[in-house]
């Protein structure tokens, strides 16, 4: 007897859901994700490495705000971070409304707004753990760079940053894991325009307004569990290899 | 060489801080400060070396002024040109030994001592390509008053450069000291709690206490 020729072994499960067969949606969203928390966690680097440092080495007026204020984000309800966001920035905002009259800048609705709101969110992980790291670089290491006629600004590029390099790697990794889940910020400030604002996490919610989603809501939430476990694993891995390092 | 007439604090003195009166003034090229632990060696190569601000007073190496608590003088660390070799070496272990003893040198100016003359002066010629993590103490000092020499200073503080070794490479380490005493003309500043090593190393002793 002949074996068909176009046979396979789904053939068993007629009705057995496909489970790995994105949609185009699904993967626009997940591609819109990955590219709203790289450039979120890249963007906001500079700023996270200038006050993880500022925290960790200064003493200054008005420091207690300042670490109030960075950590904001982090109890905030992410609805009212979203609606200060479009309140300031959104077209008609107060900011927003003078840069899209003068420059023709605007972020509201747009997928650059989703990667200010997710920054803005993962903001206090970021400078937390870069704050920590800049503690623990050696500043007897910055003491000795000093004196063999380093200026301060040298002795932070030279031995403060590559000293504090791992854990500020991990810091933007946990910002960026951050950026991909964040959800109530980025659907107030920028609503969830598919294509355009809306991410994985976005995309979840729509399917779960749909009937017959579940398929839809399982793919996105595997992929967004693998992406950040992923993501936690390399910072823990990070911030490991910097304490190795000292204790050389 | 040395003029210094500083007072030092640290923390409330009600609380028991930290106050000293230190004064020594010696035309001597090298200099070693002794006194128990605690009397402010330390801090007192610290002040010299820009890293603590006295309280009030004077500090003049060579005939330079580099702290005047009256005059509102200051000079900020990196530009006083102090050689520091810290007791616990300290050098950067992000940095090959090459790197570290590199990472001193200054654009312009004159160059007092060369690269390949430092090497060769402390015996460090086999150890420029490795890590600073696997070397013995006496190599990290060796390369700690390397790194020190060759950011061109004008003056050497040497903060008990051998507590932390053995007797053996105590032994070793002397010899080095010794050459660069005699070599390098340099004022030298050493602190030590060991008489003995003050004899071997030293012209003038300043005791604190």
């Known amino acids: 007897m002949p074996?068909?020729?176009?046979?396979?072994?789904?053939?068993?499960?007629?009705?057995?859901?496909?489970?790995?067969?994105?949609?185009?949606?699904?993967?626009?969203?997940?591609?819109?994700?990955?590219?709203?928390?790289?450039?979120?966690?890249?963007?906001?680097?500079?700023?996270?490495?200038?006050?993880?440092?500022?925290?960790?080495?200064?003493?200054?007026?008005?420091?207690?705000?300042?670490?109030?204020?960075?950590?904001?984000?982090?109890?905030?309800?992410?609805?009212?971070?979203?609606?200060?966001?479009?309140?300031?920035?959104?077209?008609?905002?107060?900011?927003?409304?003078?840069l899209m009259h003068h420059f023709g800048i605007g972020v509201a609705f747009?997928?650059?707004?989703?990667?200010?709101?997710?920054?803005?969110?993962?903001?206090?992980?970021?400078?937390?753990?870069?704050?920590?790291?800049?503690?623990?670089?050696?500043?007897?290491?910055?003491?000795?760079?000093?004196?063999?006629?380093?200026?301060?600004?040298?002795?932070?590029?030279?031995?403060?940053?590559?000293?504090a390099w791992p854990g500020i790697v991990a810091g933007a990794v946990l910002a960026f894991a951050k950026a991909l889940g964040e959800f109530g910020a980025t659907i107030t400030?920028?609503?969830?325009?598919?294509?355009?604002?809306?991410?994985?996490?976005?995309?979840?919610?729509?399917?779960?307004?749909?009937?017959?989603g579940?398929?839809?809501?399982?793919?996105?939430?595997?992929?967004?569990?693998?992406?950040?476990?992923?993501?936690?694993?390399?910072?823990?891995?990070?911030v490991r290899r910097q304490r190795g390092g000292e204790a050389r | 060489m040395l003029a210094l007439d500083i007072v030092l604090e640290r923390g409330r003195r009600d609380v028991g801080g930290f106050r000293r009166h230190v004064r020594v003034e010696d035309s001597a090229r090298v200099i070693a400060l002794a006194g128990h632990s605690g009397a402010g060696k330390t801090s007192v190569l610290h002040a010299i070396a820009g890293l603590v601000t006295p309280r009030e007073g004077r500090i003049e190496v060579d005939g330079r002024c580099l702290f005047d608590a009256a005059a509102r003088?200051?000079?900020?660390?990196?530009?006083?040109?102090?050689?520091y070799v810290f007791q616990d070496a300290r050098l950067f272990p992000h940095l090959t030994v090459r790197g570290n003893l590199r990472y001193g040198r200054r654009t312009g100016g004159s160059t007092r001592f060369a690269f390949d003359d430092v090497v060769a002066l402390l015996g460090i010629g086999a150890l420029l390509a490795r890590r600073t993590a696997n070397l013995s103490g006496g190599e990290a000092q060796r390369v700690a008053i390397g790194r020190?020499?060759?950011?061109?200073?004008?003056?050497?503080?040497?903060?008990?450069?051998?507590?932390?070794?053995?007797?053996?490479?105590?032994?070793?380490?002397?010899?080095?000291?010794?050459?660069?005493?005699?070599?390098?003309?340099?004022p030298i500043v050493y602190v030590s709690h060991s008489a003995d090593e003050v004899e071997r190393l030293t012209a003038a002793v300043h005791v604190l206490d």
């Open chain 1, 3 to 98: 074996i068909p020729v176009s046979w396979h072994p789904s053939a068993l499960l007629p009705h057995r859901p496909r489970m790995f067969d994105f949609t185009p949606a699904e993967l626009t969203a997940i591609a819109l994700s990955l590219k709203v928390a790289t450039v979120a966690a890249l963007a906001s680097l500079p700023l996270g490495i200038a006050t993880g440092w500022l925290l960790a080495r200064k003493r200054f007026f008005g420091k207690a705000l300042v670490d109030a204020l960075v950590h904001l984000p982090l109890v905030l309800p992410p609805v009212v971070v979203g609606y200060v966001l479009l309140v300031a920035l959104g077209n008609h905002g107060v900011v927003g409304g003078f």
């Open chain 1, 189 to 212: 400030f920028v609503s969830a325009i598919p294509g355009e604002t809306q991410t994985i996490s976005s995309a979840i919610y729509g399917l779960l307004q749909v009937p017959g």
């Open chain 1, 110 to 163: 747009r997928w650059t707004g989703a990667a200010l709101a997710s920054a803005v969110m993962g903001f206090p992980l970021m400078v937390r753990t870069i704050r920590l790291s800049i503690e623990s670089a050696d500043q007897r290491l910055e003491q000795a760079a000093a004196t063999l006629g380093a200026t301060p600004w040298r002795v932070f590029r030279s031995v403060t940053l590559p000293l």
């Open chain 2, 73 to 83: 003088i200051d000079v900020p660390v990196h530009e006083r040109h102090v050689g």
């Open chain 2, 148 to 186: 020190a020499l060759l950011s061109q200073p004008r003056i050497l503080l040497l903060d008990e450069p051998l507590s932390n070794l053995d007797k053996a490479r105590r032994e070793e380490l002397i010899p080095y000291l010794q050459r660069v005493r005699d070599e390098t003309a340099l």
């Open chain 1, 214 to 238: 579940d398929a839809g809501i399982w793919r996105l939430a595997l992929v967004a569990v693998g992406i950040s476990l992923l993501a936690l694993l390399a910072s823990e891995w990070l």
